[in-house]
């Protein structure tokens, strides 16, 4: 997959966050939207139909998602800042710089989100997920 491909795949879920975070509330923005940069994607040859997209993600200050899934195997990383996140019958954690989280492809992601609403957060995701597939996929926590 190209850079530029991925970069449009991430600038659909940006997308979806927007319009997450905006109407209901009047056509407000509740929260800054999440910042997300692609670092490298490559396809694994000794697993077909598979392959491997790093990303980082910074969380403004009061910056959270949208109830979302991955269908992949994400594993995150905390670089810097306080994230709280959560999947769907799992205990809500909070993390710190040099913290891990793990997201399988069937669980829901119910919580994420910054835990400051002065500070920034940081995080490195690394996605295991079939080749081409959505990056994140908006969901319902039901």
């Known amino acids: 997959m190209t850079n ?15 319009a997450v975070l905006l109407s209901p509330f009047g056509g407000r923005l509740v929260a800054q939207e999440a910042v997300v940069t692609p670092l490298m994607t490559k396809e694994l040859t000794d697993l077909p139909g598979k392959e491997a997209l790093m990303i980082t993600v910074e969380y ?25 996140m959560q999947v769907k019958g799992g205990k809500q954690v909070t993390l710190t710089a040099g913290h891990t ?7 829901i992601h119910v919580v994420g989100r910054n835990a400051s ?14 080749q081409g597939a959505p990056v ?3 969901t319902r926590a039901d």
Do not use: C
Not at 4 to 10: E, G, I, S, V, W
Not at 117 to 130: C, D, G, N, R
């Open 4 to 18: 530029d491909t991925m970069k449009r795949r991430l600038n659909v879920w940006r997308a979806a966050l927007v």
């Open 60 to 84: 403004p200050p009061g910056s959270q998602d949208p109830v979302h899934r991955h269908n992949a195997h994400a594993f995150v990383y905390v670089l810097e800042g306080t994230i709280v």
């Open 101 to 107: 989280f793990y997201e399988g492809p069937n669980d």
């Open 117 to 130: 609403s002065t500070k920034p957060a940081k995080f490195v995701v690394f996605l295991l997920k079939k």
């Open 136 to 138: 994140v996929v908006p």
